[in-house]
């Protein structure tokens, strides 16, 4: 028991010995350590003087504080909105090729992404597919009957001139010929009308004759062939062949482009007012963009902005504001605007995306400052403005400024980014970094640039310091010896 005794007691002497020690150490840490910022190092000069929001800061304590000056002046900085862009179609360039007639599909010439030619354009229009239908060899025969049954009438016409003439027919049978032949005229034009509708052309129509005319010829040929006539001809054509063609049509492409959209392949049905392919003319592209509620009444028709893809970031592509959307997106709170851009070097695909920098103000007459001159407070911005300079100090008085970014978008939370964006592309000092007064400062003032934030801190000090002592003050005045 007496043993553990004495260990503690040694241990506790141990403990004392080693707590002196660190206490020592650190009052000669404390002795050593520099004078504090409102003292002038061996001078007994005050380095800061605060009064109010005015702050005196000797010449001495400028460069060891990092505090530069700069005068402001006006400058013409457009003010810019910056959006997250998405490129489009052109849709007034844009054509829905469908069926003609329903039918099967065959003989697909072109695929997605292939640059077609028009009717006007050299070598075009370009065959997109071909089409078997029913309906089709059904109104080519109907008027193939017409034909002929016009051809009849014509000649029950001129015999029953003939019999007229020669008092064996009644006048009564000459009008009903001439009525017939009117009649089945008619069922004619009706015919070839149907066919123009349907998109045959009118030598396409007076084709369809020379088929005929082919295909009996070919069935006559085929039959003396079988029959072993040395005069025979090979037939050029198949009856079968001859057949196929009647029944399809080929399907071309109504414009130049290329094929941005392909629905159908080889042998599935083609049903009319369904579309088969989507030709797009992509020499200019709509690019669009989303504004905010907060920011829309900036953006106007007309207003000049350029547009940086990430497929190319370094080119800027400039376009105008064309349109401004009336629907409020209630999911966003955004409201779509447009432009149309040139893609004429065809380096541009749909649905790419890029940044949007839209010219908003022309910024005539602004003061820019850099952003590391701005002192926050709250709500509150303040800069401090040189005022005064004699006798080896420097005043400076910390007044309020109304600021406004150099660039806005992407919401509230993403504006610098944007701007940062925006600095990137352009290779301009136009960032995040700087900021628009709009009011609190005059061109020619002299502001602090850098070490504001030092001054702050400082002035604050020294006025509650001040605001302190003033408290804990005795009361000097007289007693008031009337009693009351």
Known sequence: M?????????WGTVLVVLIGVAVLFQRTLWSAAPAGPADAEGSGETTYIAKGDTIEVSDDALAPADIQTAAVSSSEIPQTLTLTAKSGLNMDTVTHVSALFGGKVTDVSVGLGQAVQGPDEKGGPTKLCVIESNDLAQDKANWLQSLIQVKIDEQELARAKELFVANVLAEKFLIDAESQLMKDQSAQEASRQQLLIFGLKDS?????????????STAKNSSDAAAGAKAAMKPEKTTEQIRRERMGYVLTAPRSGVI???????????????????IADTKTLWVW???????????????????????????ARDCTVDLISPVLDPNTHSVKIRGIIDNSDGRLLSDMY?????????????LIIPADAVVREEERAYVFVETAHNGGKTSFRKTSVELEPVDTGFGADMAS?????????????????????????????????????????????????????????PDTKAPDNTGK
């Open 204 to 216: 396409e129509i007076d084709g369809i004759r020379k088929e005929a005319a082919l295909e009996v």
């Open 2 to 10: 007496k043993k553990q005794k004495a260990n503690f007691i040694a």
């Open 260 to 278: 941005a959209e392909k629905f159908v392949a080889g042998g599935e049905a083609a049903v009319p007012q369904t579309d088969l392919f989507t």
């Open 354 to 366: 890029g940044t949007m920098i839209i010219t908003v103000g022309d910024g005539k007459g602004s």
């Open 289 to 315: 963009g989303d504004v905010y509620e907060r920011d829309l009444d900036q953006v106007k028709v007309g207003q000049h902005m350029k547009v940086y893809f990430t497929s190319e970031p370094g080119r």
């Open 417 to 473: 980014a944007a701007a940062g964006s925006a600095s990137r592309n352009t290779g301009s000092d136009k960032s995040s970094g700087q900021m628009r007064v709009a009011a609190g400062l005059k061109p020619g003032e002299t502001i602090v640039i850098s070490g504001g934030v030092g001054l702050y801190n400082e002035m604050k000090q020294q006025n509650f310091n001040q605001v302190a002592a003033d408290s804990k003050a």
